[in-house]
């Protein structure tokens, strides 16, 4: 992956920075896809992860949470239900609308998830030193942060 990328690289002018992230992104993309076996896609895991966070959320939040349009979250939540990962419940604030959280299967399954994850930390942590890891952990929340402003510029 590293030559590939590489070798794009020198046909254009591309920054360290942009190269550092295209193969973090390609390694955790390849991890999980190793990890998680079941077959959702990334924006349908991006709702799960949205559901942990938040707990129950309606739709419109979910779709205006992520970014997505109501089309694509509604295929989403349908592949979601269909796999038993997500129940639709009574909002508590309005009785007519549905909001959906995560079912116990779905918990279950981000446990799951979690578990990879922390071993994905162990293993960067074993090739860093603790001060390397604290300023990692600082300039990834940085990183996260400044790719929401791009979100917040849209709203």
């Known amino acids: 992956m590293e030559t590939i990328l590489n070798s794009k690289m020198k046909n254009k002018k591309v920054s360290e920075l942009e190269i550092a992230l295209s193969l ?4 955790l993309v390849a991890r999980r896809n190793r990890f998680t076996p079941e077959a959702i896609t990334w924006s349908q895991y991006d709702v799960l992860e949205a ?5 129950a959320l309606r739709p419109s939040m979910i779709s205006n949470r992520l970014g997505v349009s109501r089309t694509q979250l509604s295929k989403a939540l349908r592949v979601l239900k269909d796999l038993d990962l997500v129940e639709q419940v009574s909002d508590d604030t309005d009785r007519r ?6 079912s116990d ?5 981000l446990e799951h998830a979690a578990r990879q994850r922390q071993g994905a930390a162990q293993l960067v942590a074993s090739v860093m030193t603790s001060g390397e890891q604290a300023i990692f952990a600082e300039l ?10 791009e979100g917040i510029k849209h709203d």
Do not use: S, W
């Open 105 to 109: 299967q779905g918990n279950a399954f």
């Open 140 to 149: 990834c929340h940085k990183a996260v942060r400044g790719l929401q402003m």
């Open 24 to 27: 973090l992104q390609c390694e």
């Open 97 to 102: 609308v549905q909001a959906t959280r995560l």
């Open 51 to 55: 559901l942990r966070v938040n707990g």
